[in-house]
């Protein structure tokens, strides 16, 4: 039997790269996705990973394109996942009474909403075929408490 697969955003840093790295302790396989390709394939060249263990897809939670590509990239050079984690996030002070901050919160309902929704994409109708597969979606705190 083959090692369940994980599809991670967010995973060249922080708790991405730290839930890939429980995953893969636990012995199962990693598509690990971000903005910054050559930072993950130097950490999973530091973890001693061979590429049927780990591949990195690199790709902005902004470019629902390149994300949604990831996901079918993934498909078919990996398999179906059995769990996809959209963990890509950033989390920006944003000042409604200052202009230019209106294209920083584009940048964040980008990157946490639409990034999150493209992450899935690719996944959903393929995991409802096979009847099984999980889709996480990591929330910002803002989504419990307002922000300045």
Known sequence: MTAPLLFITGASS????????EWA??????????RRGDAMRAWVAAQGWPADRAAVYVADARDTAAMTAAGRDCIAAQGLPDVVIASAGISVGVDMGVEADLEVLRAVLETNNLGMAATGQPFIAPMCARR???????????GFRGLP
């Open 25 to 34: 302790r636990r012995g199962g396989r990693l598509a690990l996705v971000g």
């Open 14 to 21: 922080g708790i991405g790269q730290a839930m890939a790295l």
């Open 132 to 142: 099984s597969g999980r889709l996480v979606c990591i929330a910002s705190v803002a």
